[in-house]
Each structure stands twice: as C-alpha cells, then as structure tokens.
C-alpha cells in the first residue's frame, strides 16, 4: 500500500502543475498575442522483477510538460497607426542595443524621440530600407536594419520635367484673339515658377502660342527654340501642328538650373492626338493644368500598409515609402525558447530564422491600427479548472483511503 501513496502524490503534484497551467492561460487571457499552453501527463512504470512486460505496475503520472497553441488571436482595433498585426504566420524581428535578436508576436510599437520604432521592452523593429523607386511605383529595398525615421526628416524637391494641360481654343475666334492659360512649375531647388501660356489666333484653325515667365524668376522661356510656335487644328478639331510625335518642349533660364527643360506631350506613343489641345467651336477654356514637379517637404506623418510598408506623408503632398517591415518564419514553432514579455528566441528545436517580407512565401499580412489579442478561451480554461481540481481530489482521495487501509492493517495485531 505504501505504492499507492506514492502514485496518489505524484497525481497531486502533476494536477497541481496543471492548475498552474490553467492559472497562467487565464492570467494572460488579456496579454497581447498570447498562446495558451495545454499540460500534458505521462504514465510511470515500474519493471516486475519477473521481467515480463504483462506484469508492469504503474508507479502514478509524471507532468510531461506544456505544449502551446499557436492558433491566430482576434485583432483588436486601436487608434495608433504603429500598433500592428500579423494576420496570419510570422514573427516581428526585434533588437536589442547590443546586437541581441528577438522574435514577437506583440505589435505594440511606438517611435521614440531618435526615431527608433520600438516595443514597450525598448527593443528596435527590424526592417528593410527603401532605397529606390521606379517610375511604376516599384521599389528595391537594402539590408536588414532598424526601423528609424527622425522627426525632422524632409523629402528633397524635384524639379518639374513635364506638364499637362486640357485646353481647348475656340474655332470661332478671330484673328487676333487671345487667350492665356497659367501652370507653376518647380525647379531643382524646389523654386516656383509660374509660366503663362499665351494663345493668339491667326487665322481659322490656327494659332501661335508663346509661353513667359516674371523677371524675378529667370531671363526667359522658349518655344522649340523659339520664342513663339505655330499651332494649327483640321476641321474636326484635332491638333495637327506640330506634327505627329514632336513634343512642345519649354526651355526656362533661370538663376537655380541655368536651364530647365519640360515637355510638353501633345501626342500619345502611338502618334495619336491625346486631346491636350482641341480647337473645338465653343469657348476658349483650361479644364485641367499639371506638372510632376514639387518643393522640399517635411514630414507630416508615417503610416503602414498590409504589406507591412511604411509610408512617410510630407508637407508638400508626397508619399514616400521609408520602410517595409521585416518578418521571421521558423521550421517549428514549438521549438521556440520562451523569454518572456512576449518575446521568444531562436533555438535548435525551432530552426533557424527564415526572413522575409509581410506576404511572401508562407508569412502572413500586416493589420495596421490593430494588435492580435490572447487565443485563450476562456470557457475552456474554465472547463480544464473543474477537471484538474476533480483529478486532484480523486488522488488525494486515493491518499486517504490507502492510509485507512495501512491503518486496518496495523490494527489486525490488536
């Protein structure tokens, strides 16, 4: 009997360890990202001295240990553009100030007064810089690094190169007849600088345009070459002079470029008209004007997408992208080590760290302006509490009954 005893304790204490468990779970039931953990038990067995394996009797349970639930929490909304989650597989890559790597699950992250993204453990958000954007919007990205944007970052200006215009000057008007139609343009040093495009007619279906700019702004601007070109339409409107393919062409002298050339595209790839000018019968009038130029801007604001792309918003209208966020996959996630305040590092079990962008490969979107809240479910946690505090008091009932039956025993000399 005094096996019974042994195998009675061993339940005690491996329930109680569960009931820690279960404690933990609903501790955390509000801890962001949170996985609740499942106890698992293991049968003891003594070998028989007669050596046959019929004959093994079980010495009580073992704890054999926690195994977590890596199912994906509820996102809960918030109001900071910094708060973030990962919808689906992933880990946040984060850095200490001595080289150190964790892996996250917690979005919790907020710029400090450097800059530096950082969770409330003061751990640096890893990232890939922007390094370059194409014409398509595409970009390349450099090497692995902290996310850091200081404060007075500013967006260097970029000269106007070309501009567009929806004008259309009337077929009724007579020779003589003038019309002018304004566009600001910047130079590389963010200047601007206001050209008017004045329209006089010279006959039907045919015009001369020149372009001007103030005295302060530069000493002049030219036309192809020249101070005035000829513009002529046919009879359903369309422009015809110049010719097919040969952009207008601005050329400013000014103090900040010496030169500056825009273009001016009257015609599309193919050679036809894109119906920037018409000469329609109905009053001369500019519907739309606009350049790709702009001043120097400072930033006003940073905001993140799904891909995990962060966006600077700056004064002068621009959105640049700065960062895209860096994610972390591993071979298993259940051989993560766990380093507390939400953190987990890298082990033999786990593998290696698989880097990669928010969307690429098997890692998940970003949520921005949201957290992924604890997996733990409450009803249940509560339903593993009834059973562990039931399995508890089975075994100490095998405690007490066994003693009684050791007392029996001993009163049999009496």
Known sequence: MIGSLFAGISGLNANATAMTVVGDNIANVNTTAFKANRSSFANILSQSLGGSSGNDIGRGVDFWGTTPSWSQGSLENTSSPTDLAINGRGF?????????????????????????LRNPDNLVVQGYPVTGVAPDGTFSLGSLSDISVPGGSITPPMGSTEINADINLNAGALVGDIF?????????????????????????????????????AGTGVTLNGGATTPLAFDTAGQLTTPAANIPMVLTLTNGATNTQTVTWNLYDASGL????????????????LGQNGYPAGSLRGLSFDEAGILMGSYSNGQLTPLFQLALAEFPSYYGLTKMGHN????????????????????????????????????????????????????????????????????????
């Open 92 to 116: 946040f890559t984060l850095n200490d100030d001595n080289g150190g790597r964790f892996y996250s699950r917690a979005g919790e992250f907020t710029f400090d007064r450097n800059g530096d």
């Open 343 to 414: 953190l987990y590092a890298e082990s033999l079990e786990s593998g290696q760290a698989l880097p990669g962008v928010p969307g690429s490969g098997s890692l998940g979107s970003i949520s921005p302006s949201a957290i992924e809240m604890s997996n733990v479910d409450l009803a249940q946690e509560f339903v593993k509490m009834i059973t562990t505090q039931r399995a508890f008091q089975a075994n100490s009932r095998v405690i007490t009954t066994s003693d009684e039956i050791l007392t029996e025993l001993i009163n049999i000399k009496r």
């Open 273 to 288: 008209n894109n119906g920037d000018l018409t000469g329609y019968a109905s009053p001369s009038s500019t519907t739309f």
């Open 180 to 216: 002018s139609s304004a566009v600001t343009i910047y130079d590389s040093l963010g200047n601007n600088i206001p050209v008017t495009l004045t329209f006089t007619n010279t006959g039907a279906g045919a015009w001369d345009v020149g372009a001007s700019i103030p005295a302060s």
